[in-house]
């Protein structure tokens, strides 16, 4: 709580997809700030990861329609990645595109968090999904170059 202003921060991790102009409005004055995940901006590798369920969907063009909605409302966006196996090798080279847009959205974007995949204790999925503690330090290396540090 801050105590100058007696008012609790509130952060909502979501996808965002199914944000509406009028849920936004509702979330003013409640939600703070908004924690989005893109793990990717080319629609093949976002139908692989699940977050595109056919060849039409297009997540992330959608999740910057998201952050422009919560930018009308004075809400702020924080991106979440997870590196995986079925992005590490392109992510790097998206990430311009990808805080670019995210600005151009909700210029109150500010923090970005990358993660490496976490085990779900399932050797099916972690097989598709995990990288090694090298590969994901090779991955935070050229993200930092893209993004000129």
């Known amino acids: 709580t801050d105590s100058e202003s007696n ?3 509130c952060k909502l991790y979501s996808n965002g997809i199914y ?7 509702a979330m003013n004055g409640i939600v703070d700030e908004v924690s989005i995940t893109i793990d990717s901006s080319k629609s093949e590798t976002l139908l692989l990861i699940g977050r595109n369920k ?3 969907d297009n997540y992330f ?3 910057i329609e998201v ?5 009308k409302q004075d809400i702020k ?11 590490y090798r392109n992510i790097a080279s998206e990430v311009r595109y990808i805080y670019d847009s995210m600005k151009d959205a909700n210029p109150q974007f500010s923090q970005w ?9 399932d050797i099916m999925v972690d097989e598709k999904h995990q990288i090694d503690f090298d590969e994901f330090e090779n991955v935070k290396r050229d ?3 893209y993004l000129d540090g």
């Open 7 to 9: 008012h609790s921060f």
């Open 19 to 25: 944000l509406t102009e009028d849920v936004a409005a």
């Open 54 to 56: 056919s060849q039409k």
């Open 61 to 63: 063009l959608k999740a």
């Open 67 to 71: 952050c422009k909605i919560l930018s």
């Open 77 to 87: 966006v924080k991106l979440h990645t997870v590196i995986s196996a079925l992005n």
């Open 113 to 121: 968090k990358m993660y490496q995949y976490m085990s779900y204790d």
């Open 143 to 145: 993200i930092q170059k």
